[in-house]
């Protein structure tokens, strides 16, 4: 499991570029599931047919980046955000392009307070010395992803785009797992969520499944002064009361906590007051679509550094193969 | 009546969010000739479908119809317009400027007192707008009541003038710009279904193009707009979004979109290949219709292609001539060459047809 996740979340895949990651499952599914396709928002959706009740997962493939506006004519790069940034914590990170290419967040220094140091304020060196040198490697318009190793420690795994990655290989081994049901599964991988729950709208509408759940990860309360909040890394998956984008549907919720009972699989109740999920474009999708959501608790998240327990993911699979058997 | 002329003639029409009539009949006396249906729906949006040759992908071309302007929300008993503004204007460049009120096009000004009435503390910021009214020089609420009602829209009244090297200022470039590619687009012949769809309320929030495209429920749209352009003063130059002459603007991603990576990198290819100058949008604000239209039915491949404009969003824009015909020649081509990129899988789109089944399933219509 852990090799998968490290594989996945080393992966380039920001929002609208998610075609590695896209072929990597593509991949590693081959053969286990009845159908593949590709829509044209860049959605895999992977089906195990079956006669009884349409059920589907989503998990998002895309990761937060930078997005390169301007190269100046020192080969300094100027950008954008793709996805939620925090900005304090992203000077000094380095990022990956598409092609390799290796840049250094930073920030000008005449600034008096850091609390001005906005996107603008920032720019990226990638080693350049001219404009000209810097169009070799990069131009307006690609998308960089931070650059953080895939560590495992005392069972916590530390690594960049475990929001949600992790989601995707928590899908991954479930539909490895080949759970004997006569429910038809959907396994689907969406695009863009970072900028705005887009991809699982066109997903969705597709299937128009009877019941759908989103696999992502959400914030936890157990870090020094950190906001309020229930849920704590290690101690189960959640069930997903709310979040910013949708509130459970009551039936998904009861299906989820009667599984996690009857298998006595650890879980959590999560309320989170921040944060989407494709369940936000789910349930509201054709004629209203029943959805909740399973999230591993994750600290960090939108961190080149992201943490999670594994002991948490490996039951949010039990989790989802007991839901499947419904 | 020439492209350039009828894009001058639509900056004398006026089309706030919520009552496009004026723009939608002009436009709808331009295309009838050349197209194969016509229909509006029940927002307003006007759909043209002309027919193809049975090759390629069903396109969606979009340009929205509506302007920014100003809405009444109140009469004095002096006779004065109180208002609200519809879609992005700032209250700064509102003073002193010369509109139209409702259908009947009610001259009036915005009105502010003169310097020397101002205390010394007002003279340095922007006036709140809701400090401001609309002057259409009645006498008091009752005469001001014959001409205007609460809820009549308030266009900024500025006639086109070609000035200086090529370049154009008008009112609502933003995006009747887009409309004149688009009425010029339908004029040629295509191999593919193309469906032309003139839109409402994008200002206020994208609103007309949903129901346009669920209609439609194209594989492909090209979103045709008026953009932004910050080749102003006081702008660093990695501020800049686009410069007015230097070729058409390609939208990579915005508050609403990111589009479509292979069918941008045709537009490029397409572009280079026919010696047509285009530039990318340096910054990644705003949204357009690309974001709406993305996301509907099972997925929609999109792109955006605009104008630079300067001062977008105030009562006169500036636009170069030479932007506008180069974006009627690489959007022609681009219809030209996507149902053979289509059909080459240049878009790898793997099921192209599903979202149209589950459509017609679902009980909806083939064609508008």
Same mark, same amino acid.
């Given at each position: 499991?852990?090799?998968?996740?490290?594989?996945?979340?080393?992966?380039?895949?920001?929002?609208?570029?998610?075609?590695?990651?896209?072929?990597?499952?593509?991949?590693?599914?081959?053969?286990?599931?009845?159908?593949?396709?590709?829509?044209?928002?860049?959605?895999?959706?992977?089906?195990?047919?079956?006669?009884? /009740?349409?059920?589907?997962?989503?998990?998002?493939? *895309?990761?937060?980046?930078?997005?390169?506006?301007?190269?100046?004519?020192?080969?300094?790069?100027?950008?954008?955000?793709?996805?939620?940034?925090?900005?304090?914590?992203?000077?000094?990170?380095?990022?990956?392009?598409?092609?390799?290419?290796?840049?250094?967040?930073?920030?000008?220094?005449?600034? *008096?307070?850091?609390?001005?140091?906005?996107?603008?304020?920032?720019?990226?060196?990638?080693?350049?010395?001219?404009?000209?040198?810097?169009?070799?490697?990069?131009?307006?318009?690609?998308?960089?992803?931070?650059?953080?190793?895939?560590?495992?420690?005392?069972?916590?795994?530390?690594? /960049?785009?475990?929001?949600?990655?992790?989601?995707?290989?928590?899908?991954?081994?479930?539909?490895?797992?080949?759970?004997?049901? *006569?429910?038809?599964?959907?396994?689907?991988?969406?695009?863009?969520?970072?900028?705005?729950?887009?991809?699982?709208?066109?997903?969705?509408?597709?299937?128009?499944?009877?019941?759908?759940?989103?696999?992502?990860?959400?914030?936890?309360?157990?870090?020094?002064?950190?906001?309020?909040?229930?849920?704590?890394?290690?101690?189960?998956?959640?069930?997903?009361?709310?979040?910013?984008?949708?509130?459970?549907?009551?039936?998904? /919720?009861?299906?989820?906590?009667?599984?996690?009972?009857?298998?006595?699989?650890?879980?959590?109740?999560?309320?989170?007051?921040?944060?989407?999920?494709?369940?936000?474009?789910?349930?509201?999708?054709?004629?209203?679509?029943?959805?909740?959501?399973? &999230?591993?608790?994750?600290?960090?998240?939108?961190?080149? &550094?992201?943490?999670? *327990?594994?002991?948490?993911?490996?039951?949010?699979?039990?989790?989802?193969?007991?839901?499947?058997?419904? | 009546?020439? +492209? #350039?002329?009828?894009?001058?003639?639509?900056?004398?029409?006026?089309?706030?969010?919520?009552?496009?009539?004026?723009?939608?009949?002009?436009?709808?006396?331009?295309?009838?000739?050349?197209?194969?249906?016509?229909?509006?729906?029940?927002?307003? =949006?006007?759909?043209?479908?002309? !027919?193809?040759?049975?090759?390629?992908? !069903?396109?969606?071309?979009?340009?929205?119809?509506?302007?920014?302007?100003?809405?009444?929300?109140?009469?004095? @008993?002096?006779?004065? $317009?109180?208002?609200?503004?519809?879609?992005?204007?700032?209250?700064?460049?509102?003073?002193?400027?010369?509109?139209?009120?409702?259908?009947?096009?009610?001259?009036?000004?915005?009105?502010?007192?003169?310097?020397?009435?101002?205390?010394?503390?007002?003279?340095?910021?922007?006036?709140?707008?809701?400090?401001?009214?609309?002057?259409?020089?009645?006498?008091?609420?009752?005469?001001?009541?014959?001409?205007?009602?609460?809820?009549?829209?308030?266009?900024?009244?500025?006639?086109?003038?070609?000035?200086?090297?090529?370049?154009?200022?008008? !009112?609502?470039?933003?995006?009747?710009?887009? @409309? +004149?590619?688009?009425?010029?687009?339908?004029?040629?012949?295509?191999?593919?279904?193309? #469906?032309?769809?003139?839109?409402?309320?994008?200002?206020?929030?994208?609103?007309?193009?949903?129901?346009?495209?669920?209609?439609?429920?194209?594989?492909?749209?090209?979103? $045709?707009?008026?953009?932004?352009?910050?080749?102003?003063?006081?702008?660093?130059?990695?501020?800049?979004?686009?410069?007015?002459? =230097?070729?058409?603007?390609?939208?990579?991603?915005?508050?609403?979109?990111?589009?479509?990576?292979?069918?941008? =990198?045709?537009?490029?290819?397409? +572009?280079?290949? =026919?010696?047509?100058?285009?530039?990318?949008?340096?910054?990644?604000?705003?949204?357009?219709?690309?974001?709406?239209?993305?996301?509907?039915?099972?997925?929609?491949?999109? +792109?955006?292609?605009?104008?630079?404009?300067?001062?977008?969003?105030?009562?006169?824009?500036?636009?170069?001539?030479?932007?506008?015909?180069?974006?009627?020649?690489?959007?022609?081509?681009?219809?030209?060459?996507?149902?053979?990129?289509?059909?080459?899988?240049?878009?790898?789109?793997?099921?192209?047809?599903?979202?149209?089944?589950? #459509?017609?399933?679902?009980?909806?219509?083939?064609?508008?």
């Amino acid at each position: 499991m852990f090799e998968l996740i490290k594989s996945l979340t080393q992966t380039y895949g920001p929002s609208g570029n998610e075609k590695k990651v896209a072929e990597k499952i593509k991949n590693l599914l081959k053969g286990k599931v009845d159908e593949t396709r590709t829509d044209a928002m860049g959605n895999l959706i992977c089906v195990k047919k079956g006669s009884g /009740k349409k059920i589907m997962f989503a998990a998002h493939m *895309d990761e937060i980046g930078i997005i390169v506006t301007y190269i100046d004519e020192n080969g300094f790069l100027r950008f954008g955000n793709v996805g939620g940034l925090p900005q304090l914590i992203i000077m000094g990170q380095r990022v990956r392009f598409e092609n390799g290419t290796v840049g250094v967040i930073w920030y000008e220094e005449n600034i *008096d307070n850091m609390k001005n140091a906005t996107l603008e304020k920032m720019y990226i060196d990638i080693g350049a010395s001219s404009r000209e040198e810097a169009e070799k490697m990069v131009k307006v318009g690609d998308m960089g992803i931070f650059v953080g190793e895939t560590v495992l420690q005392n069972g916590k795994i530390i690594s /960049k785009a475990l929001d949600d990655r992790l989601g995707c290989a928590i899908l991954v081994e479930t539909a490895l797992r080949n759970v004997e049901t *006569d429910n038809e599964i959907y396994y689907v991988f969406t695009t863009q969520e970072e900028v705005g729950l887009r991809g699982a709208k066109t997903a969705a509408f597709g299937i128009v499944p009877d019941m759908a759940l989103a696999l992502d990860v959400c914030d936890t309360g157990d870090t020094p002064n950190c906001k309020p909040m229930s849920v704590k890394m290690g101690k189960g998956p959640t069930v997903k009361i709310k979040d910013r984008s949708v509130i459970s549907h009551p039936e998904v /919720k009861d299906r989820l906590i009667r599984a996690a009972e009857k298998a006595n699989i650890p879980y959590q109740l999560e309320v989170s007051l921040y944060g989407g999920t494709d369940a936000g474009s789910i349930h509201i999708t054709a004629g209203g679509i029943p959805s909740g959501g399973i &999230s591993i608790p994750t600290r960090f998240i939108h961190d080149a &550094s992201e943490m999670a *327990d594994m002991n948490d993911v490996e039951n949010a699979v039990r989790l989802l193969c007991e839901f499947i058997k419904g | 009546m020439d +492209a #350039y002329e009828i894009l001058k003639k639509l900056t004398t029409l006026d089309g706030v969010s919520g009552e496009e009539g004026p723009v939608r009949d002009f436009i709808m006396s331009q295309i009838k000739d050349h197209v194969d249906d016509l229909v509006v729906d029940n927002m307003g =949006n006007l759909i043209a479908y002309k !027919k193809g040759k049975g090759r390629g992908p !069903k396109i969606m071309l979009d340009a929205h119809m509506d302007e920014v302007g100003l809405l009444v929300t109140q009469i004095t @008993c002096d006779g004065l $317009l109180k208002f609200h503004t519809i879609g992005g204007i700032e209250s700064r460049v509102l003073v002193g400027k010369r509109v139209r009120v409702g259908e009947n096009g009610v001259p009036g000004i915005i009105g502010y007192k003169p310097i020397h009435l101002q205390e010394k503390n007002e003279r340095t910021g922007a006036v709140d707008k809701k400090r401001l009214t609309i002057d259409i020089g009645a006498k008091d609420r009752q005469q001001a009541e014959d001409k205007v009602e609460i809820g009549d829209t308030v266009a900024f009244a500025y006639d086109p003038v070609e000035f200086g090297d090529n370049k154009l200022m008008a !009112k609502a470039l933003d995006d009747r710009v887009g @409309c +004149a590619v688009l009425i010029e687009l339908l004029k040629g012949s295509y191999e593919c279904d193309v #469906y032309g769809c003139f839109t409402v309320q994008e200002e206020i929030g994208l609103k007309g193009a949903k129901t346009a495209s669920f209609r439609v429920m194209p594989n492909v749209a090209l979103i $045709l707009e008026g953009t932004t352009c910050y080749d102003v003063p006081d702008t660093k130059e990695q501020s800049m979004s686009t410069r007015c002459g =230097n070729g058409p603007a390609l939208t990579v991603m915005d508050r609403s979109v990111i589009v479509d990576r292979d069918l941008l =990198n045709l537009i490029v290819d397409i +572009a280079k290949s =026919n010696n047509i100058p285009y530039q990318y949008k340096q910054t990644i604000t705003g949204g357009t219709n690309a974001g709406r239209i993305q996301v509907n039915g099972t997925g929609v491949k999109v +792109a955006a292609i605009a104008v630079p404009c300067r001062y977008i969003h105030t009562p006169v824009s500036v636009m170069d001539k030479n932007d506008f015909e180069n974006m009627i020649r690489l959007s022609k081509k681009v219809l030209e060459v996507l149902p053979k990129a289509w059909e080459e899988g240049r878009l790898s789109n793997s099921d192209e047809n599903r979202a149209i089944n589950l #459509y017609r399933e679902q009980g909806g219509i083939e064609h508008v």
